[in-house]
């Protein structure tokens, strides 16, 4: 069992940068896959970017070249570094993990078991 907690999200104009930051407890002596998702208003979640226990990375097309996903040295913490934001990323963040040495490829939110609650990110133009 691993517990997840968000935090970071905000307010920001158009063009700024936010970073999100995810804390894991519970079992994470295991190796896990953790990512990042979003979802707006009206519009399915949808993966933005993942990373497993050796820092391979998976980005959604959304995210490549303005997002950055990362874990700490104790592979417990993620972040999510997003600049060059734009209105369109405005949704609510979630950090999601499932057990397994490798991420699958595309972030898909059926593959994870275990979810943060969420937290806002609004972009203004």
């Known amino acids: 069992q691993v517990q997840l907690v968000e935090s970071g999200g905000g307010s920001v104009q158009a063009g700024g940068s936010l970073r999100l930051s995810c804390s894991a407890s519970g079992s994470t002596y295991l190796n896990y896959c953790m990512a990042w998702f979003r979802q707006a208003p009206g519009k399915e979640r949808e993966g933005v970017a993942a990373i497993d226990n050796d820092g391979y990375t998976i980005y959604a097309d959304s995210a490549k070249g303005r997002f950055t996903i990362s874990r700490g040295n104790a592979k417990n913490n993620l972040y999510l570094q997003m600049n060059s934001l734009k209105p369109e990323d405005t949704a609510m963040y979630y950090c999601?993990?499932?057990?397994?040495?490798?991420?699958?490829?595309?972030?898909?939110?059926?593959?994870?078991?275990?979810w943060g609650q969420g937290i806002q990110v609004t972009v203004s133009s």
């Open positions: 999601a993990a499932y057990q397994r040495d490798y991420c699958y490829n595309p972030v898909r939110e059926y593959d994870y078991s275990y």
